[in-house]
């Protein structure tokens, strides 16, 4: 059973998840495929009431077979994750090997960053195009494609979501100032003026928290903006309704003059 | 406070959601902006541990000075809303109006259809481009929007989440069938190939309940399958990671022939 853990911390948790987290004879846990600050694995394990184990990115990718697989074929194995399990490809593998060594599987869904981020802007998800991610890159990794998928979903209208690369081996999370400076750089040799210092942007951080930011404004001013409760996303507008505006401007601190109404 | 529900009945409910409701002064419901077929009032009522006053649409749309927001002032006022809080206008039209009157809002998310139905379908949801939702149409109003959008989409190779219309008013919910055929319909005035009779498609039914259904196959079959438990939701996939159709094939029972790896 993957039981998705929701954002930010065990309150996250749907009871449905908690009730079968109780139910399993075994639980495990990964928090390497998003980052939950709140989260503590001794209240959570007052919650199940039971132990449970944490498993490494190499424990889960390389070597499922031999502790979580090994244990289900026999047990009621959950395993808890950050977020809406399957949102990671790596809970897809491991599904897809349970079902080649015949064990079933089941999915109790958590809360996702891919409704809430949109939800706390006030911007319509309807008008969200593809998603893109902000990785971490290297002197030879420095893909141009989130860029691109800016420009492509503002070709079509429709707003972007951005998640930003974490790292949680050396527990590195990339900030709102990073990604964007990222954008910023990729600007200067893609030059089709799509992220500049006065384009309106959205950085989005602690949702789940009880201190959430979502703070609308130019590229340039949120340089400046310490967002503070990590994970940390950014939404890049295209043109907006009427009560889109009004949400970034209530909720989000839009200045009036960036706020481009179709 | 807006509260997610979830999908289907109140386990999807969070923690967060729980304890919030519960020390709220006063607990409001409206169910119209989706279907929740497994939730049960009085089980809510138990569990919030107080009564539970629900709003039709228009008590929410057209008059909430009246009831809710007039009670915001002086109490905290919970409303618990189907999937995840903000993704429904209806909730950001209400959120602005109590900001215009000085009163504080708080959301708590919910699990939402946005992540679970890709989750469920094995594909990956960053190769999702725009959501559309088929209307229920009228003589007058029959948009050609949902084929469009597939077809934008798929210029994109990007996967299209189709929402189906609720019409809680009439009791009315779009099957997976209902939506198949109305697509084939604008493909007999468009013309350009998008929806046709083999093309892949995917049904999702019932996520959150104990009988979910995923099925994918060509549109001629899915239009034989009885989906079951609603709310219904359609997805048209692009191009495929072989770990996307190796997972429409394990779990979705997709054949061979019709899964086209990038």
Same mark, same amino acid.
């Given at each position: 059973?993957?039981?998705?853990?929701g954002l930010?911390?065990?309150?996250?948790?749907?009871?449905e998840?908690?009730?079968?987290a109780?139910?399993?004879?075994?639980?495990?846990?990964e928090?390497?495929?998003?980052?939950m600050?709140?989260?503590?694995?001794k209240?959570?394990e007052?919650?199940?009431?039971?132990s449970?184990?944490?498993?490494?990115?190499?424990?889960?990718?390389?070597?499922p077979?031999?502790s979580i697989?090994?244990?289900?074929?026999?047990?009621?194995v959950?395993l808890?994750?950050?977020?809406d399990?399957?949102?990671?490809?790596?809970?897809?593998?491991?599904?897809?090997r349970?079902k080649?060594v015949?064990?079933?599987?089941?999915?109790?869904?958590? #809360?996702?960053?891919?409704?809430?981020?949109?939800?706390a802007?006030g911007l319509q998800i309807?008008k969200?195009?593809?998603?893109?991610?902000?990785?971490y890159?290297?002197p030879?990794?420095?893909?141009? #494609?989130?860029?691109?998928?800016i420009?492509?979903?503002q070709?079509?209208?429709?707003? #972007?979501?951005?998640?930003?690369?974490?790292d949680?081996e050396?527990k590195?999370?990339?900030?709102?100032?990073?990604?964007?400076r990222?954008?910023?750089?990729t600007?200067?040799?893609?030059?089709?003026?799509?992220v500049?210092?006065?384009?309106?942007a959205?950085?989005?951080?602690?949702?789940?928290?009880?201190?959430p930011?979502?703070?609308a404004d130019?590229v340039g001013r949120?340089?400046?903006?310490?967002?503070g409760?990590?994970?940390? #996303?950014?939404?890049?507008?295209?043109?907006l309704?009427?009560?889109?505006a009004?949400?970034?401007r209530?909720?989000?601190g839009?200045p009036?003059?960036l706020?481009?109404v179709?």
């Amino acid at each position: 059973v993957f039981i998705g853990l929701g954002l930010h911390g065990e309150h996250g948790l749907t009871l449905e998840g908690l009730e079968q987290a109780r139910q399993a004879d075994m639980v495990y846990i990964e928090t390497y495929t998003n980052l939950m600050p709140g989260l503590s694995l001794k209240r959570l394990e007052e919650l199940f009431g039971k132990s449970i184990s944490e498993l490494s990115r190499e424990d889960l990718e390389d070597n499922p077979d031999k502790s979580i697989l090994e244990n289900a074929k026999g047990l009621t194995v959950a395993l808890a994750v950050p977020g809406d399990p399957m949102v990671a490809t790596t809970h897809v593998d491991l599904r897809l090997r349970a079902k080649k060594v015949g064990i079933e599987t089941d999915v109790v869904n958590g #809360t996702s960053i891919y409704s809430a981020a949109p939800a706390a802007s006030g911007l319509q998800i309807y008008k969200f195009g593809k998603t893109v991610t902000i990785p971490y890159t290297s002197p030879i990794y420095k893909p141009v #494609t989130p860029y691109n998928v800016i420009r492509e979903n503002q070709a079509r209208n429709l707003h #972007t979501l951005i998640l930003l690369d974490i790292d949680a081996e050396k527990k590195r999370y990339m900030t709102v100032r990073e990604g964007l400076r990222y954008l910023l750089e990729t600007e200067k040799s893609s030059n089709e003026n799509v992220v500049m210092l006065d384009t309106l942007a959205v950085g989005v951080a602690g949702l789940g928290s009880s201190t959430p930011l979502v703070k609308a404004d130019r590229v340039g001013r949120l340089l400046d903006v310490d967002f503070g409760v990590l994970p940390h #996303t950014l939404i890049f507008p295209a043109g907006l309704h009427f009560m889109e505006a009004e949400a970034l401007r209530a909720f989000a601190g839009a200045p009036e003059k960036l706020l481009r109404v179709d």
